[in-house]
């Protein structure tokens, strides 16, 4: 794990830095998503979340779902063409700052079936060029991560 201005970074995710979305290739195949901790830190409390309904094939760029906070309403995009094959909406009905809180845990988004996983992971970044384009990110818009408490 990695941390840069209170941001948690994992070193072993997949990242669309410019979406701020994160990505973990599971063993069965599926990649969860979800958004990183400097995208929850600028949304700030999440009020509202729906996600698309399993069995949704999606391309890169299509809503999953939606997130509303009181700062900011809008789409989470995926960064992967596939299936969902589950969404986390039961957790976000039991605490719905579940992201806020632990969003490369418990705060997961999104579980897809990868379709064209070898021509698409390309656009996503991991490791040392990760943290990079994240540690510019963060101090271009001056990001100072926090986790919501209640």
Do not use: H
């Not at 941001?7 to 979305?21: F, G, K, N, S």
């Not at 039961?90 to 079936?113: K, M, S």
């Amino acid at each position: 794990m990695a941390l840069y201005r209170g941001c948690d970074l994992p070193e072993d995710l997949w990242y669309d830095v410019d979406r701020d979305v994160w990505a973990r290739f599971e063993e069965d195949g599926t990649a969860t998503l979800g958004m990183t901790d400097p995208a929850q830190t600028r949304c700030g409390p999440v009020v509202s979340v729906r996600l698309k309904a399993v069995g949704r094939r999606v391309p890169p760029g299509q809503s999953l779902g939606t997130i509303e906070s009181a700062k900011w309403v809008g789409p989470f995009p995926a960064v992967l063409s596939g299936v969902i094959v589950a969404n986390n909406e039961a957790a976000f009905r039991r605490d719905i700052l579940v992201a806020n809180r632990d969003p490369y845990g418990e705060g997961w988004l999104v579980r897809l079936r990868p379709e064209r996983l070898p021509e698409e992971r390309g656009a996503l970044v991991t490791g040392a060029e990760a943290l990079a384009r994240y540690r510019a990110r963060i101090d271009a818009n001056a990001i100072t991560c926090m986790r919501c408490e209640g």
